[in-house]
Nanobody, 126 residues
Framework: QVQLVESGGGLVQAGGSLRLSCAASGRIFSRYAVGWFRQAPGKEREFVAAITRNGLNIYYADSVKGRFTISRDNAKNTVSLEMNSLKPEDTAVYYC???????????????????WGQGTQVTVSS
């Protein structure tokens, strides 16, 4: 079982940037697709971005395209989410998750993922 720990959240002004990291334990991290999701108070968890096991396929929610960049380093068992031009509506708890049996049509669905981190808070002030 892979264990995940997110870091890098914080408070930033609108227009600013943050870089989130997801560190994974376990030797088989490279076999997993990794996704980032977020959940704001009173809202459902929503898809942000995902990257396949080899990094060749990347997916973004329309709301973050052009502003967020997901990347992975399998040698270091980490996945990063670079977030630029942040908006107040980006405020949420951000979670990373892993999916062993990734199916592209389900990559944006939280229920498709096998393990989750504890989340990191991102707050964007206006």
């Amino acid at each position: 079982q892979v264990q995940l720990v997110e870091s890098g959240g914080g408070l930033v002004q609108a227009g600013g940037s943050l870089r989130l990291s997801c560190a994974a334990s376990g030797r088989i991290f490279s076999r997993y697709a990794v996704g980032w999701f977020r959940q704001a108070p009173g809202k459902e968890r929503e898809f942000v971005a995902a990257i396949t096991r080899n990094g060749l396929n990347i997916y973004y929610a329309d709301s973050v395209k052009g502003r967020f960049t997901i990347s992975r380093d399998n040698a270091k068992n980490t996945v990063s989410l670079e977030m630029n031009s942040l908006k107040p509506e980006d405020t949420a708890v951000y979670y990373c998750a892993v999916d062993l049996d990734v199916v592209p049509s389900r990559i944006s669905i939280p229920a498709a993922y096998d393990a989750w981190g504890q989340g990191t808070q991102v707050t964007v002030s206006s």
